[in-house]
T-cell receptor, first 111, second 117 residues
Framework: DQQVKQNSPSLSVQEGRISILNCDYT??????FLWYKKYPAEGPTFLIS?????DKNEDGRFTVFLNKSAKHLSLHIVPSQPGDSAVYFC??????????FGQGTRLTINP | GAVVSQHPSWVICKSGTSVKIECRSL??????MFWYRQFPKQSLMLMAT?????????EQGVEKDKFLINHASLTLSTLTVTSAHPEDSSFYIC?????????????FGQGTRLTVV
């Protein structure tokens, strides 16, 4: 049972444009969500998080939106840069403080 | 952000041998460490949760006698893959958190690529 889903395995965006990565979840008990960025053969790097009591959190070029009624969150990157090319994982904080990860979306920024 | 060091970054071992992977929190005390495994083109799958000074809690389907986890101090956890076989070849990642405060952020190690030949 996949509690956190990233339905797009890959996404290509032109440099300078906005990248939007989506994530859906099924467990309404999740109360904290995080986005991680991962390069090949490296561990994930924390990007940005959002508490379930908020609907938006912004940090520089990264903004995360949370729609609790739809159980959906998204990560916006603007403007997109070549260095943003990586795999992005959304994660939700579940019971016993465990992070539940989505399958990841490979973002490619084209020059 | 905080730093979690994972060692080694890659290892090749012969089938039947054991491999130990270390996870250290360098600038904070980790009350809890998580061990993940990532298969190619798949998500990170949680293997086990370890709390300092107590036995690890393993996820369903993970053999605790095969994947030995020790969390003897607030800065070090180890994962030992015993009697490794080729199907154990994977990318193993640790994550460390200090659950005593309000910061819920998890910091990840660089990962270890294990290849069993």
């Amino acid at each position: 049972d996949q509690q956190v889903k990233q339905n797009s395995p890959s996404l290509s965006v032109q440099e300078g444009r906005i990248s939007i990565l989506n994530c859906d979840y099924t467990n309404s008990m999740f109360d904290y969500f995080l986005w991680y960025k991962k390069y090949p053969a490296e561990g994930p790097t924390f990007l940005i998080s959002i508490s379930s009591i908020k609907d938006k959190n912004e940090d520089g070029r990264f903004t995360v939106f949370l729609n609790k009624s739809a159980k959906h969150l998204s990560l916006h990157i603007v403007p997109s840069q070549p260095g943003d090319s990586a795999v992005y994982f959304c994660a939700a904080l579940g019971g016993a403080q465990k992070l539940v990860f989505g399958q990841g979306t490979r973002l490619t920024i084209n020059p | 952000g905080a730093v979690v060091s994972q060692h080694p970054s890659w290892v090749i071992c012969k089938s039947g041998t054991s491999v130990k992977i270390e996870c250290r929190s360098l600038d904070f005390q980790a009350t809890t460490m998580f061990w993940y495994r990532q298969f190619p083109k798949q998500s990170l799958m949680l293997m086990a949760t370890s709390n300092e000074g107590s036995k690890a809690t393993y996820e369903q389907g993970v053999e605790k006698d095969k994947f030995l986890i020790n969390h003897a101090s607030l800065t070090l956890s180890t994962l030992t893959v015993t009697s490794a076989h080729p199907e154990d070849s994977s990318f193993y990642i640790c994550s460390a958190r200090d659950l005593r405060g309000t910061n819920t952020e998890a910091f990840f190690g660089q990962g270890t690529r294990l290849t069993v030949v």
